[in-house]
């Protein structure tokens, strides 16, 4: 009896040393791990997706989970997968120390990729997309454009960017273009992005400060107060001077008194229980906005033929290469296009032989 109990508990132990081994190789390696999108587009307007990720697991660490036939524990699946939507796809390659776990389905058509996008941009919102494929014949070669609209998260923020910076340097600071700092120096440079970069924290804080303060005249949360000082039909009307008061009031947006700047705004400290000790913008941000915006997904597009026009992305080795982030779903849709061309054996065929006639004929009469 003693024997038996004694490999139990060996084995009991060995499983919650491998689950222990998991939940700490799973914070480092799904933190740095890298999340591709890879797009197929068919001549017959067909298509395939698939998505893909790597962790970094020691063969030891393979062997145990093994051992303990715990295999679920290779996949440690990163926060903007959704494996419910491709999971009857699930393939998984051991290379090394990497597992990389690919999702992968057909469609008949481009127009349904869209449709079944495996991507979270966080708890409670998923990537959306809109993909279409136009065909166009033009004799000796047919011409290819593929369309892919990721549709903006700019919803999210009450106030717009665009209320923050020009246009231009939102442009520049969200997607890339236009270039604001050619032909400077890097001093020149860094400061010009400085400027940009304090007045995008100075756009995402003040919507973080007007989310918490709309959360704080919920129902629920505001009967919590003893005493308010105004009602609470009275407090919604006085959100947005409330959020320009304080940060107005503040040197330092991430070293904000929340509790001062409501005691003095009111003349009441009834707000004081509400209000967390630790509380700080930085925070907020990164629990309010932190996961959509850390959204960084490499997409590649493969094409029917040879590629002519790449669009925003550039080409390489026949498959072009997409930067697709939350930050540039920020202030707009983010649109990747590429146009390939498929030559037409068949017409160069048929043109020779009508040349070769057009020359018999001539010929012949003579």
């Known amino acids: 009896m003693k024997t038996r109990i004694s490999k139990t508990l060996r084995k009991q132990l060995s499983i919650a040393a491998v689950i222990f081994t998991a939940s700490m ?35 030891t660490y393979r062997d145990s989970v093994a051992e303990a036939k715990e295999e679920w524990l290779l996949n440690h699946i990163p926060a903007h997968v959704d494996t419910a939507i491709f999971k009857r796809t699930e393939v998984t390659f051991i290379t090394s120390d990497s597992v990389i776990t690919t999702y992968r389905k057909e469609f008949s058509s481009v127009d ?17 997309s809109h993909a279409s494929l136009t065909k166009r014949f033009k004799w000796f070669y047919t011409e290819y454009t593929f369309t892919e609209v990721f549709e903006s998260i700019s919803d999210e923020f009450r106030h717009s960017v665009y209320e923050f910076l020009p246009k231009d340097e939102v442009e520049y600071w969200f997607t890339g273009q236009p270039n604001l700092v050619q032909g400077m120096n890097g001093a020149e440079a860094a ?23 709309e959360e704080l005249a919920l129902p629920q949360n505001y009967e919590k107060m003893a005493e308010p000082p105004v009602s609470r039909e009275r407090f919604i009307e006085l959100q947005d001077s409330l959020c320009k008061y304080i940060v107005s009031s503040a040197e330092e947006l991430d070293k904000i008194d929340l509790k ?49 026009d790449a669009g925003m992305g550039s080409c390489q080795s026949d498959t072009i290469h997409y930067p697709l982030t939350g930050e540039r779903l920020v202030p707009h849709n983010y649109t990747i296009t590429a146009t390939s061309r498929v030559t037409n054996v068949w017409a160069y065929i048929v043109a020779i032989l009508i040349v070769g006639i057009a020359i018999g004929s001539f010929v012949w009469k003579r």
């Open 112 to 128: 349904q990729i869209g449709e079944e996008l495996p991507m979270k941009l966080n708890e409670t919102r998923h990537l959306k």
């Open 191 to 213: 400061d010009k992005t400085a400027l940009i970069g304090k007045a995008v924290q100075m756009w995402l804080y003040y919507n973080c400060l007007c989310k918490y303060v």
């Open 25 to 59: 190789l799973s914070a480092s390696s799904c933190s740095n791990n890298s999340v591709r999108m890879h797009t197929t587009v068919n001549s017959d307007g067909s298509s395939v997706r698939e998505i893909s990720y790597s962790n970094v697991l020691p063969q």
């Open 260 to 308: 001062k700047c409501f005691r003095e705004f009111f003349q009441s400290d009834a707000f004081s229980s509400q209000i967390d000790e630790d509380w700080k913008l930085s925070i907020v941000a990164q629990l309010m906005y932190g996961e959509m915006l850390e959204l960084s997904v490499p997409y590649t597009l493969t094409m029917p033929g040879k590629i002519v």
